[in-house]
């Protein structure tokens, strides 16, 4: 689960990081007393999306050289002038469709006098299955082509969970940002502040960019940009809390009302499949013979009928879906029960493209009987590769 950046400073602050002051809002009229209330003289007005690159971001229909999703502001009128600006605007970046993302809500945050940019993010290193930080002297807007053309300029190292953040890590943490001094010490508590905090929250992700030496030497989390363990939330009922639903898949958030798992692809072929290995593999058909996958959707061992005719009505909601493809082996999860689902969904929602079932496993001649006594205009294949072809050619004409 993703956070808005001053959700993030609130738990950083939370934890014992040093963040700016800064106050959230949600209309433009709010913008002159937030900005009174921090006093100035600087002011920096943050729209707030879950995807980075919001600087170097363009608001939809708006002049090449206007500026961007973070803005300095030098006066009140100024601040209140850029909040009119860009709520309710469109936010372009790297991280966004073409249609980029409403900005709903800004964050006014104090301005910092800033000495150096730096990079730091801590993260889940799966290879290794411990927390690793990665960190990197050239913080800032630019740290992906940092990361493409210079890569000796990132540095990575991971934490033993058996003993936690020590004081070598602390020292490792200091020699790759280049920090000396008081600013090595500054970087040895942050770090251990950080660590703590990531595993303590159930975090997935921590991105903090740039972290900043401050004209007075002091180290500043500036940005923050964090993920949670969404298997943990239900240890966090403040974390669960802090979810905006406007920011998240529509269809995404419909599959965890009935416990389905759902991603959302850029293909055309909606797929529901039940286990996560034969939904890879369904996926991965799919692209062989030329198409590709509009979504990810397990239903899971033991779904009903009302979790199919759930799950059958997302994929139709897909405006790109131009084909479906149902592919089940009845394992704990019966044909019969599966083509029930699937005949009353399409009762329900209609069927304006071409349906595929693959059926195998538990009762499969009882799936078959009701798929072909249905009276549906339903394409029947007898294994994955010939419904891999039939789903393929149907879409494609």
């Known amino acids: 689960m993703n956070i808005h950046e001053y959700q993030g400073k609130a738990v950083l602050k939370e934890i014992g990081a040093p963040v700016s002051k800064g106050v959230a809002i949600f209309d433009a009229s709010e913008a002159k ?26 608001f939809v229909g708006a002049p090449a050289d206007a500026k961007g999703g973070v803005r300095l502001a030098w006066s009140v009128d100024e601040v209140v002038e850029n909040a009119k600006a860009m ?39 799966r290879e290794t299955s411990r927390v690793s930080f990665i960190v990197s002297t050239e913080g800032g807007m630019d740290i992906e082509p940092v990361a493409h053309d210079t890569p000796e300029k990132v540095v990575n190292f991971d934490i033993d969970p058996a003993t936690g953040f020590m004081p070598h890590h602390g020292r490792t943490l200091a020699k790759a940002l280049d920090l000396k001094g008081d600013l090595a010490k500054q970087a040895n508590k942050l770090g ?39 298997n943990a939330l239900y240890r966090h009922p403040d974390v669960q809390e802090l979810r905006d639903i406007t920011e998240e898949d529509s269809k995404e958030t419909e599959a965890k009302k009935f416990d389905l798992s759902y991603v959302a692809l850029d293909g055309n072929i909606g797929c529901m499949v039940n286990g996560a290995g034969l939904a890879m593999s369904t996926m991965d058909i799919i692209k062989l013979y030329g198409a590709e996958p509009a979504n990810f959707l397990d239903v899971g061992g033991g779904a009903t009928k009302e979790n199919i005719v759930a799950a059958f009505k997302i994929l139709t909601s897909d405006d790109k879906v131009e084909g479906i493809l149902i592919n089940i082996f009845g394992g704990i999860m019966k044909c019969d029960v599966i083509a029930q689902g699937t005949v009353d969904a399409v009762k329900e929602v209609g069927l304006e493209v071409p349906l595929v079932v693959r059926l195998e496993g538990t009762n499969v001649e009882a799936g078959k009987k009701i798929i072909n006594e249905s009276g549906l205009n339903v394409i029947a294949a007898d294994d994955l590769d010939d419904a891999a072809q039939k789903i393929v050619k149907a879409v494609q004409g």
């Open 33 to 58: 007393a937030a900005a009174e209330e921090l006093g100035g003289p600087l002011w920096v007005v943050k729209s707030q999306i879950h995807a980075g690159g919001r600087g170097k971001g363009k």
């Open 192 to 230: 251990r502040t950080l660590y703590n905090g990531f595993l303590s929250k159930d975090m997935s992700m921590l991105e903090i960019n740039p972290l900043i030496v401050t004209e007075d030497q002091r180290l500043h989390c500036l940005d923050a940009k964090i993920s949670f363990d969404e």
């Open 87 to 125: 709520l309710g605007e469109y936010l372009v970046t790297e991280q966004t469709s073409d249609e980029g993302k409403q900005v709903n809500r800004l964050y006014i945050e104090d301005g910092s006098d800033i000495d150096r940019e730096l990079y730091l993010s801590i993260i889940i290193n």
